[in-house]
């Protein structure tokens, strides 16, 4: 399959169903509307960004998701259509990428994203691969900048900011601007979701089983608290990183 990272466990699809059904049963949402504003799914089957209109394939695997008659019927759905799932992927919005960083640019801010393209034996954030991935970040940056001038900010909205690995990437400015994101009703990207796989690939148990208790007594109300690990924010000016605003030159 295609898709936004390593393979799709069905322990992941189903967490996210979970969600999804929860959020049907309380009536804040149709489940269809649900599955495309609660979960990550669109983007892990390849199927384009959450913003695209709808079309045939994502149609095809809401139809067949719908019929299913219950949660474990909607997971199997899923993985048999992320296997046989077989239309060309559709564009990628990031304007640069290296190992598993990219980079969106909107107006004068440039968003950062750090996703693995394969499950490995060795995390990508493990202490010896951190030189490796501090490179590949400034690479990003120094070509979005090269193809964007008029970048100004940079920014990132991730669960990983909570942890030491990855904020040792970045200079301290930068993570030293990270504010918890509250008051988010749609989680369909990895920055909330991606804490609950690990750098294998396979669920994390413990968060998983707290979830699950979470979205059990959920009552409707602040969806992002349900995830164990936060979403922080992070915002700096580009200066942060040691480029000037008219020199695309680069200090580590």
């Known amino acids: 399959m295609r898709g936004d990272g ?11 169903l979970r969600l999804a059904r929860r959020a049907a049963t309380l009536g804040t949402h149709d489940f269809l509307d649900a599955v495309a504003e609660l979960t990550n799914l669109r983007r892990r089957l390849g199927l384009g960004e959450p913003a695209d209109a709808p079309h045939e394939p ?17 997971v199997r759905w899923t993985i048999e259509f992320a296997e046989s ?6 564009p990628s919005a990031a304007v640069t990428r290296a190992g598993p960083f990219s980079a969106h640019v909107h107006d004068d801010i440039l968003s950062t994203h750090f ?6 034996a ?7 691969c951190l030189p490796q991935r501090r490179r590949e970040l400034w690479t990003v940056l120094a070509d979005a900048i090269r193809l964007h001038p008029e970048i100004r900010r940079v920014r990132g909205t991730s669960w ?9 990437i970045f200079p301290p400015l930068h993570v030293a601007s990270a504010t918890v994101r509250t ?15 690990d750098h294998r690939g396979d669920v994390k148990a413990e968060l998983a089983a707290r979830f699950v208790a979470a979205v059990d007594g959920y009552d409707g109300t602040a969806p992002w608290t349900l995830f164990p690990i936060p979403t922080l924010v992070v915002d700096s000016p580009i200066e942060a990183f040691g480029f000037g605003r008219r020199s695309d030159s680069v200090v580590e």
Do not use: C
Not at 6 to 16: I, R, S, T
Not at 58 to 74: C, M, N, T
Not at 160 to 168: E, F, I, N
């Open 6 to 16: 390593p393979g799709l466990p069905a322990g992941y699809v189903e967490l996210q």
């Open 58 to 74: 994502w149609s095809r695997y809401l139809d067949g998701l719908e019929v299913q008659p219950d949660l474990a019927g909607q």
């Open 85 to 90: 799932n077989d239309a060309p992927a559709p």
């Open 115 to 120: 996703v693995p393209r394969a499950a490995n």
């Open 122 to 128: 060795t995390s990508p954030l493990h202490r010896s």
């Open 160 to 168: 990983l900011y909570s942890t030491r690995s990855y904020r040792a």
């Open 183 to 197: 008051h988010v009703y749609r989680f369909q990207g990895s920055s909330s979701w991606g804490q609950f796989l």
